[in-house]
């Protein structure tokens, strides 16, 4: 009944930017935060940024002052701005949702089914 979509992976150079957006539909009664994290081959998965239903952040040290995560409420979107990409960013990234449906009316995690990001050197 919940699905989260990413969009606007893809391959970049060192240095470059890239924009990914995810929308979530379905019997979504409210949505806490919104995030995104990634997983490197070989890796765990680790978070990448947050966003509360309030507009508070949180961001991965690795990240701070590159990458900025934004959300619409009423469109129930979150986006994440990287700039100054850097090979070691590339990964599978996932979109996060911790959200209440409207069926079971309890707080759950819900993920997207990821974009892959390359960074080139």
């Known amino acids: 009944q919940v699905q989260l979509v990413e969009s606007g992976g893809g391959l970049v150079q060192a240095g470059g930017s890239l924009r990914l957006s995810c929308a979530a539909s379905?019997?979504?009664?409210?949505?806490?935060?919104m995030g995104w994290y990634r997983q490197a081959p070989g890796k765990q998965r680790e978070k990448v940024a947050t966003?509360?239903?309030?507009?508070?952040?949180d961001y991965a040290e690795s990240t701070k002052g590159r990458f900025t995560i934004s959300r619409d409420n009423a469109k129930k979107m979150v986006s994440l701005q990287m700039n100054s990409l850097k090979p070691e960013d590339t990964a599978v990234y996932y979109c996060?949702?911790?959200?209440?449906?409207?069926?079971?009316?309890?707080?759950?995690?819900?993920w997207g089914q990821g974009t892959q990001v390359t960074v080139s050197s």
């Open positions: 966003i509360t239903s309030g507009g508070s952040t």
């Open positions: 379905g019997s979504i009664f409210r949505i806490n935060v």
């Open positions: 996060m949702a911790n959200l209440e449906s409207i069926i079971y009316y309890r707080a759950s995690d819900y």
